[in-house]
């Protein structure tokens, strides 16, 4: 699965998001600095999703199996 990764030039070089990430943003200087840090933001929001999901389900019987999305 691609995503799509949306820079935008401003007086500060650029910001960056992830359509469709709600959460996964960042700026940089360079358009390659913004490109890095978007890489380091998707893996936060990511991350973070997991341990919060994994809060929510603590003492909850559930069965987890890895999942693939082929679009």
């Known amino acids: 699965m691609s ?12 910001v960056a998001f992830v359509e469709e990430l ?6 940089g200087v360079t358009i390659e600095e913004t490109r890095q840090n978007l890489q380091e933001a998707v893996a ?7 341990e919060l999901a994994e809060q929510a389900l603590v ?9 693939e999305l082929s679009i």
């Open 59 to 67: 003492g909850q019987e559930v069965v987890r199996e890895p999942f």
């Open 22 to 27: 709600p959460g996964a943003n960042t700026q």
């Open 44 to 50: 936060l929001v990511l991350e973070t999703n997991r």
């Open 3 to 14: 995503f799509t990764a949306v820079f935008m030039p401003v007086p500060e070089g650029f």
